[in-house]
């Protein structure tokens, strides 16, 4: 990524600044850091060329094409892939994020139906099991957003049948040239079990796992889409 002075740009070089330094880091930390960014997220993210929303909704519209599923946005923030969705038909989208300020630009939009303000990872979701036809995510997993763990509960929430898609940075689970700082060893070995498990116990199947380029300028994307058995 090109070296940004801008105050603009001051949050997303904390987020990768944390990203690299996990220790340490409470989810308050994280929560506030995005409060703070609202008002420049997108502005931003579009400088960077951020390409994980457009990506995991393609991705999940070949999966989903129920235009009135129930769709979970997963760590939605300001609502770049509930606009994408929105773009795409889909009129059933439901935003979780822990920033309020975050899903307050993100109501503001227009695009979701339902908007929770709660952490993943602390607790159960507030969500039934089965509730949503789809979960989609972008940009969360990650050692200090969400852990791997989060993906049984993402499983308890979606019906069987229904479809996982997540886009996130290839460097936080193999080390990837140019982007060896963000390598994490034990988020690598958990991302690894988790997904394992999750086969073994034929709670869900991988059904495509796919690098892309451009994740946001300069980093390799993973795209991993899931059906729920
Ligand atoms: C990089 S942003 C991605 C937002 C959006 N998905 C996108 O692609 O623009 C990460 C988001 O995850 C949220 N987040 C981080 N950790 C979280 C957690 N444990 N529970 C819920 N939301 C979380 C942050 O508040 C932030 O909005």
């Avoid at 479809?163 to 994490?184: D, N, P, T, W």
């Avoid at 892309?212 to 390799?220: D, R």
Wanted: charged share 25%; aromatic share 8%.
């Amino acid at each position: 990524m090109a070296a940004d002075t801008s105050m603009e740009s001051s949050s997303l070089q904390q987020v990768l600044h944390h990203a690299r330094n996990a220790d340490g880091i409470g989810s308050n930390t994280i929560k506030d850091l995005y409060d703070h960014w609202t008002g420049s997220y997108d502005t931003d993210l579009l400088k960077q060329n951020y390409q994980g929303p457009t990506k995991v909704s393609a991705v999940l519209s070949e999966h989903c094409t129920d235009k009135s599923a129930s769709i979970l946005d997963c760590g939605c923030g300001t609502g770049l892939i509930g606009e994408k969705l929105h773009a795409l038909g889909y009129s059933n989208i439901t935003g979780l994020d822990i920033s309020q300020k975050s899903l307050d630009v993100a109501e503001q939009k227009g695009v979701y139906n339902n908007l929770v303000c709660t952490e993943v990872g602390k607790e159960k979701m507030p969500f039934g099991e089965d509730e949503f036809d789809a979960i989609i995510c972008s940009g969360c997993i990650l050692p200090t957003h969400m852990r791997p763990s989060c993906f049984r509960e993402w499983v308890r929430v979606v019906k069987p049948g229904g479809i996982i898609a997540l886009a996130m940075r290839q460097c936080y689970i193999e080390v990837v040239k140019g982007e060896e700082e963000y390598f994490s060893k034990d988020f690598q070995l958990e991302f690894g079990e988790v997904t394992q498990d999750l086969e073994r116990s034929k709670s869900w199947q991988i059904i495509s796992k796919t690098n892309f380029p451009q994740y946001y300028e300069g980093s390799l994307g993973l795209l991993v889409v899931s059906k729920v058995l």
